[in-house]
């Protein structure tokens, strides 16, 4: 098979809507999993696809990805973005987090500190269950099922009974002009409260958000005390993002 016809038929399985995995590309083709991470390379270059740690998806996010492909899509730059955000926290202080996989991140960053940390997530406050020195206050609400997260009226009045030294919340989409948005309203308006009921008021967002707008709006740029990403985003998105608020870019 020729290397067209190969990355032809990747693009099939790309619209089908499923991400793609190297070593099944791999297995599929008959060739070497370098072959495979060649051909999405250059399908990525022209934007048909956007590489995902171990494989890849569609480049149009305008749906959300299941909770397992959310693990692992750009795990290593929420790493980076994790660590930052965790340099930022001091002992001793309140914390919100909300649910999502950046934010899981954040969680076992923070593991070994000195707090009291609020979230959302179930995910993320089980990851504290062995840390004898931070308390979980974890938010009620209904439960949204796909990623976990607790939302609606009853999350909203907890979130106001608080104010918090440091929130860390994620978003779907971030356009410079029209703000942070995701898919969901329960989970904009949850979000929104959270930013609002902090000291500091921080978005933690890898490089694939940027320029993508979703249906929900979070909150306007200016809204922000510092935006969290990685390396990845274009020189010109952050300058554009620095005349709205702080940005740190996690290397």
Same mark, same amino acid.
């Given at each position: 098979?020729?290397?067209?016809?190969?990355?032809?038929?990747?693009?099939?399985?790309?619209?089908?809507?499923?991400?793609?995995?190297?070593?099944?590309?791999?297995?599929?083709?008959?060739?070497?999993?370098?072959?495979?991470?060649?051909?999405?390379?250059?399908?990525?270059?022209?934007?048909?696809?956007?590489?995902?740690?171990?494989?890849?998806?569609?480049?149009?996010?305008?749906?959300?990805?299941?909770?397992? $492909?959310? #693990?692992?899509? @750009? =795990? &290593?730059?929420?790493?980076?973005?994790?660590?930052? %955000?965790?340099? /930022?926290?001091? $002992?001793? #202080?309140?914390? @919100? =987090? &909300?649910?999502?996989?950046?934010?899981?991140?954040? %969680?076992?960053? /923070?593991?070994?500190?000195?707090?009291?940390?609020?979230?959302?997530?179930?995910?993320?406050?089980?990851?504290? %269950?062995?840390?004898?020195?931070?308390?979980?206050?974890?938010?009620?609400?209904?439960?949204?099922?796909?990623?976990?997260?607790?939302?609606?009226?009853?999350?909203?009045?907890?979130?106001?009974?608080?104010?918090?030294?440091?929130?860390?919340?994620?978003?779907?989409?971030?356009?410079?002009?029209?703000?942070?948005?995701?898919?969901?309203?329960?989970?904009?308006?949850?979000?929104?409260?959270?930013?609002?009921?902090?000291?500091?008021?921080?978005?933690?967002?890898?490089?694939?958000?940027?320029?993508?707008?979703?249906?929900?709006?979070?909150?306007?740029?200016?809204?922000?005390?510092?935006?969290?990403?990685?390396?990845?985003?274009?020189?010109?998105?952050?300058?554009?993002?620095?005349?709205?608020?702080?940005?740190?870019?996690?290397?």
């Amino acid at each position: 098979m020729f290397a067209e016809e190969r990355r032809n038929k990747i693009i099939q399985l790309i619209k089908s809507g499923h991400p793609v995995k190297v070593v099944s590309l791999s297995i599929l083709f008959s060739v070497s999993e370098a072959t495979i991470r060649r051909d999405l390379q250059e399908l990525e270059n022209i934007g048909l696809l956007q590489r995902t740690h171990g494989g890849a998806v569609s480049p149009q996010l305008d749906s959300e990805l299941s909770f397992h $492909d959310r #693990e692992v899509f @750009l =795990l &290593d730059e929420k790493r980076q973005i994790a660590l930052a %955000a965790a340099n /930022l926290v001091q $002992d001793g #202080e309140t914390i @919100l =987090l &909300d649910a999502g996989t950046t934010s899981r991140e954040i %969680a076992r960053a /923070l593991c070994g500190k000195r707090l009291t940390i609020a979230t959302n997530s179930m995910d993320v406050a089980c990851i504290f %269950a062995e840390e004898p020195d931070i308390e979980v206050l974890l938010l009620g609400g209904a439960w949204r099922k796909s990623i976990n997260s607790l939302v609606g009226p009853l999350t909203n009045a907890m979130l106001k009974l608080f104010c918090f030294d440091k929130a860390f919340v994620a978003a779907n989409a971030v356009d410079c002009m029209l703000g942070a948005s995701t898919h969901n309203l329960a989970e904009a308006e949850t979000k929104g409260l959270m930013l609002q009921s902090a000291r500091q008021s921080i978005l933690v967002v890898d490089h694939s958000k940027f320029e993508q707008k979703t249906f929900c709006k979070i909150c306007n740029l200016n809204e922000l005390s510092m935006i969290i990403t990685d390396s990845g985003t274009p020189k010109d998105t952050l300058d554009c993002l620095r005349t709205h608020t702080q940005v740190l870019v996690a290397e």
